[in-house]
Nanobody
Framework: QVQLVESGGGLVRAGDSLRLSCVAS????????MGWFRQSPGKEREFVAG????????YYADSAKGRFTVSRDNAKNTVYLQMNSLKPEDTADYYC????????????????????WGQGTQVTVSS
């Protein structure tokens, strides 16, 4: 079992930056591939970014490429999502998720591949 707690959300203006954090407790954090998802009202939860157990490889949705950076610090049991050049369409609840299995290709995008989820942190970007 692992517990995930996100933080760092808030209300910002278009063009601003935010850094989200997700702290894990419980089983060994480095055993998990980690993903960030987001969900806005009336929409399905969508993949934003992912990072392998060692942090050696990262994956991004097209909407995040070039603006967002995912990273992790296994010594601190924490995964981060640095979000730059934020747009109003980035407004959503952001969730971190942990996967026990190795993820490949489109598996990163599938919420059902993740075993544990945080409670989410809200990001609102005004125009």
């Amino acid at each position: 079992q692992v517990q995930l707690v996100e933080s760092g959300g808030g209300l910002v203006r278009a063009g601003d930056s935010l850094r989200l954090s997700c702290v894990a407790s419980g089983r060994t954090f480095s055993s998990y591939a980690m993903g960030w998802f987001r969900q806005s009202p009336g929409k399905e939860r969508e993949f934003v970014a992912g990072i392998r157990r060692s942090g050696g490889s990262t994956y991004y949705a097209d909407s995040a490429k070039g603006r967002f950076t995912v990273s992790r610090d296994n010594a601190k049991n924490t995964v981060y999502l640095q979000m730059n050049s934020l747009k109003p369409e980035d407004t959503a609840d952001y969730y971190c998720a942990a996967a026990l299995s190795n993820l490949f290709g489109s598996m990163w995008y599938a919420p059902q591949k993740y075993n544990y989820w945080g409670q989410g942190t809200q990001v609102t970007v005004s125009s």
